[in-house]
């Protein structure tokens, strides 16, 4: 019975070795992974700075199209209105 006791130990002893070495293997690799900065490149920084332009370009093409057309001609009738002492 001792012997039986013995030896399941130390299966269960090898197996807890064998699932810590898989995750000190898998923290090494994760952490080389995260830390390699080799897939930036020029031409992925390019596209980054030209969809950032694009965005922000029509950004500014709507809102200059909403003050041009919703915003300024009724803030004009207001400043006129509040102006008009004769009426």
Do not use: C, Q, W
């Not at 900065?37 to 809102?63: F, P, R, S």
Request: charge should be positive; proline fraction near 1%.
């Amino acid at each position: 019975m001792v012997h039986l006791m013995k030896k399941a130990k130390a299966s269960v002893s090898r197996k807890l070795m064998a699932v810590k070495d898989t995750a000190v293997y898998l923290a090494l690799r994760s952490r080389n992974v995260l830390s390699a900065n080799a897939g930036e490149g020029y031409i992925d920084t390019a596209i980054k700075i030209l969809i950032a332009v694009v965005l922000g370009a029509l950004l500014l093409a709507g809102l200059y199209a909403l003050f041009g057309e919703t915003v300024l001609p009724t803030l004009t009738e207001r400043i006129r209105e509040m102006f008009n002492y004769a009426g």
